[in-house]
C-alpha cells in the first residue's frame, strides 16, 4: 500500500484558476499580447490540444467501459428474467434450459452471503489484531519485514489458495467440524448439512478469510499509523498502559478505516470466483434448504464459474449474466458503503 | 475529530479508569500484547504453509529443464512428464498484451485526473474508476462474454481473455498512477512553466519522468495480480495442451487453465504433481514481479 496522502484528495496539485497551470492560460493573452511569439505559443496550445484531449479521452473511456458493463448485463438479462417460470428472488431452482426456464437465486444468495460473512467474522478481528500488531508492538528491526510478509500473502493466486484448502487444509478441519456439528448441532447454524465430506461453505469461509485478511491488515494499518502522535503521547502522559492507550487514541481514530477496510474485504469475498469453485461441494438439484455452514451449493461467482459450459445459447447465458447483475449490484454497494465512510472520515481531518 | 482528553471524558469511548488497582491494569496490558502477538503468529501461519506445500509438492518438477521446455502434448494424466512452457507462454503472453491495452489508458486517466480534472466531469470519471475497482473478476469475464461471444457471435479467443484482465488492470493503475503524480512537488511544474514550457511538455517531461519509477512498480504489481486471475479465463479461455501463440482464433494455455485443468486427480497421479508444479511455477513468476516492483519502488525521485 502506497501511503495516502494528506492532503484533500479531490484536487490535483495545480490550482484552479492558477494562471500558469489553469485554463486561463490558453484564453487570456499574455503580457506580450497574442501575437507574440506567435509561432510557438500555436504549436504549444496544439500539444496541449492533443494531450488534454488524450487524457480527457482515456478518463471518459473508462466511463463508457462501466456503463457498458452496466448495459450489457441489464439487457441480456432482461430476456432470460422475462421467460423465467418461477421468481427470480425466492426460488431455489437453477433450470435455464427448454421452453420454460425456472432459475432463481435464493441460494446463491445465501451461500454467497454466508461464506463472506462468516470470512468476515475471522479476518476483522485477526487484521485488526494484526494491524495494531504492525503498528504498535512490532519492534522496529520486525515491523517491515512483517507487514511485507503479510502483503505477500496478497500475491498467492486464488487458485493455489483453492488447491491448498482442496488438498490440504479441508481434511485437517475435519474434526473442528464434526465436533460444532455434534455438540452445537441444535443451532440452525451448525445443524448438520447435505454435504458429508469437508468441502462445505465452513471450509470456504476459512480459506476466504485467509485471503482478505491483507487486504484489511493493510488499510486498517494505514490508518493506524495516521494516529496523530499528539493523541497517543497525551494518553500515556495520562498515565495510560499501552492497551489503555490504543483504546483511548487508536482505535477511536481509526475506526472509519476499519470499517471501510471490512467493506472493501467484504466486496472481494463475495467476488472470489476460483476458490469458493473449488472448496464447495455442489449439491444435486432439488436438494432440500439448509440454513448450516456445513451444507454445500454454490455462489454467485462459482455457479458462472461452473456454467461456462452451458453458455450457448443468449436464453441460457441470460440466466447467468442475471446472476451476475446481482452480484454486480451486491459489490458495488459494499464497495459504495466503504468509499462514503472513509470519505466521511477525510472531511473531519481536514 | 475528537481529541484524547474528549474520548477520556468519555466522549467518544467506554471511559478508562486510570484510577483502578495497578494489578488488573497491567496484567490486561500484557495480555492484550500477548494476543497482538499471537494474532500476528497466527497471520504468517497460512503463508508459511502454503508457500512450504507448493515448493514441496511441485519443486522436484521445476529442476528438470523439461519442465521449462516442453508442451504436455500428448501427455496424459497417467504418463510423467512434460513440460508447461505452453501455460507459461500463454501467461506471459496474455499479461503483456493486458499491459500493452492498460498502461496507456490507466496512465492517461490518472493523469487527467491529477492534472486536469475538475469539477463534474473529474468527479465522474474518479468515481467510475472507484466502481471498475470493485467489479468482481467473473463479473468482467461475463460481461466480455456478453458483448463478443452472445452479441457479436465471435468465437473464443485469448484476446479476449486479455479485453477482461484489462477491465481489471486499469484501476490498479489509475489508483497507484494517482497517487505517484500527486508526490510530484508542485516547485517542479512551477518552475517549468515560469520557463515558459507547455503544459503538456511539462507533463511529459517533467512530472511523468519524476513519478517514473513509482508508476513502474504500480504496474508491475497490478501485473501480479492479473496474472493470477483464472475466474474470466473459466469462462473465455479455454486450455489446451499445445504451445500457440495464436491471439485472435483458437485455444491458449495458462497456468491458472492448467491447475484447473487437472485439479480433482488423483494423488497416485503423475498429473498431479504437474498440478503443484504449474502452481509453484505461477507463484514464483508473481514473487518475481512483486520483487522488482519493491526494489523499483524506492528508487522513485518522489
Known sequence: ??????????????????????????????????GAEGGRRGQGRLGDRLFGGAALGSGL???????????????????????????????????????????????????????????????????????????????????????GAVDLLAAVPSIVFGLWGLRVLGPLTGGTQDFLRDHLGFIPLFSAGSVSSTTTIFLAGIVLAIMILPIITALSRDVFNQTPTTHKEAALALGATRWEMIRTAVLPFGKPGVISASMLGLGRALGETVAVMMLVSSLPAGSAWSWSLFGGGE?????????????????KTGAY????????VLTFIVNAIARVVIERRKAFTE | MSTVADVLAGADAAPVDLTGRSGTRALRDGLARVLMWTAFAVAVVPLVWILWTVAA??????????????????????????GATHAIQGTLLQAGVTALISVPIGVLTAVYLVEYGRGRVARLVSFMVGILTGVPSIVAGLFIYAVFMTTFGMQRAAIFVCLALTLLMIPTIVRSTEEMLKLVPNDLREASYALGVPKWKTISAVVLPTAFSGIVTGILLGLARIMGETAPLLILGPYTKAITANLFGGNMATLPTMINQDRDQAVTMPAYDRVWAAALTLILLILVLNLLGRVIGPRSKV
Do not use: C
Open chain 1, 1 to 34: 500500500m502506497s501511503p495516502p496522502t494528506s492532503g484533500p484528495a479531490v484536487a490535483g496539485p495545480s490550482f484552479p484558476g492558477d494562471p500558469v497551470t489553469g485554463e486561463l492560460a490558453s484564453s487570456a493573452p499574455g503580457p506580450f499580447g497574442p
Open chain 1, 61 to 147: 473511456t473508462v466511463v463508457l467501459l462501466v456503463t457498458l458493463i452496466g448495459v450489457f448485463l441489464v439487457s441480456q438479462a432482461l430476456p432470460a428474467l422475462a421467460r423465467n417460470q418461477a421468481n427470480f428472488f425466492t426460488s431455489t431452482e437453477w433450470v435455464v434450459s427448454g421452453d420454460s426456464p425456472r432459475f432463481g437465486i435464493a441460494r446463491l444468495l445465501w451461500v454467497t452471503v454466508l461464506s463472506s460473512l462468516m470470512a468476515l467474522a475471522i479476518a476483522v478481528p485477526l487484521g485488526m489484531a494484526v494491524a495494531l500488531f504492525l503498528t504498535q508492538y512490532a519492534p522496529r528491526w520486525l515491523a517491515r519485514p512483517a507487514a
Open chain 2, 57 to 82: 509438492e511441485g519443486g522436484r518438477l521445476l529442476i528438470h529443464s523439461t519442465w521449462w521446455t516442453n508442451s504436455q502434448v500428448g501427455v496424459t494424466a497417467r504418463r510423467v512428464g512434460g
Open chain 1, 299 to 315: 455462489t454467485f461467482a462459482s455457479k458462472i464459474a461452473l456454467g461456462a459450459g452451458e453458455f450457448d445459447t443468449p436464453e
Open chain 1, 321 to 328: 449474466i442475471a446472476a451476475g447483475l446481482v452480484l454486480f
